[in-house]
């Protein structure tokens, strides 16, 4: 998977990237690394509350029928935990993540699962290009 990269600096000690991908991209590599005190007490996200992603997949389902395009202002912070690879560029870099290698969820797992939700459950497939 090819995205391209903004370079944010943090500082004289290290940088942030930001991007865009689409939805098809997104729910193709994600990983949600969930806290539990026996099996994954390293993992720093609570278990998926099942209801909040259904309540967004419905919002998605509810404009789309009524020809709306719906507004999702908020981000989805991931997480690449190897070596970002790629060309750099002025700005940032064209980064090359390996298929098959996960982009964990810092931030927007109920985004996420909703919108698995709307493309298998709903059938909004046109949710894959956003």
Same mark, same amino acid.
């Not at 939805?23 to 806290?35: A, F, G, P, R």
């Not at 099942?50 to 789309?64: G, H, I, M, V, Y």
């Not at 931030?107 to 709903?122: K, L, P, V």
């Given at each position: 998977? @090819?995205?391209?990269?903004?370079?944010? @600096?943090?500082?004289?000690?290290?940088?942030?990237?930001?991007?865009?991908? /689409?939805?098809?991209?997104?729910?193709?590599?994600?990983?949600?690394?969930?806290?539990?005190?026996?099996?994954?007490? /390293?993992?720093? &996200?609570?278990?998926?509350?099942?209801?909040?992603?259904?309540?967004?997949?419905?919002?998605?389902?509810?404009?789309? !029928?009524?020809?709306?395009? +719906?507004?999702?202002?908020?981000?989805?912070?991931?997480? %690449?935990?190897? @070596?970002? /690879?790629?060309? +750099?560029?002025?700005?940032?870099?064209?980064?090359?993540?390996? @298929?098959?290698?996960?982009?964990?969820?810092?931030?927007? &797992?109920?985004?996420?699962?909703?919108?698995?939700?709307?493309? !298998?459950? %709903?059938?909004?497939?046109?949710?894959?290009?956003?």
């Amino acid at each position: 998977m @090819n995205i391209t990269l903004l370079k944010v @600096n943090q500082g004289p000690k290290g940088s942030i990237f930001t991007g865009k991908m /689409t939805v098809k991209q997104l729910i193709s590599s994600y990983k949600i690394d969930v806290y539990d005190p026996k099996s994954n007490p /390293t993992g720093y &996200q609570r278990t998926l509350d099942e209801k909040r992603a259904r309540k967004f997949a419905t919002f998605l389902r509810t404009e789309l !029928e009524a020809g709306k395009t +719906p507004v999702i202002p908020t981000a989805i912070l991931l997480s %690449y935990r190897k @070596n970002i /690879t790629g060309t +750099p560029t002025a700005s940032g870099m064209d980064a090359v993540f390996p @298929n098959g290698d996960p982009l964990y969820v810092v931030d927007g &797992q109920h985004r996420t699962n909703g919108y698995r939700i709307a493309i !298998e459950e %709903y059938g909004l497939h046109d949710v894959l290009n956003y």
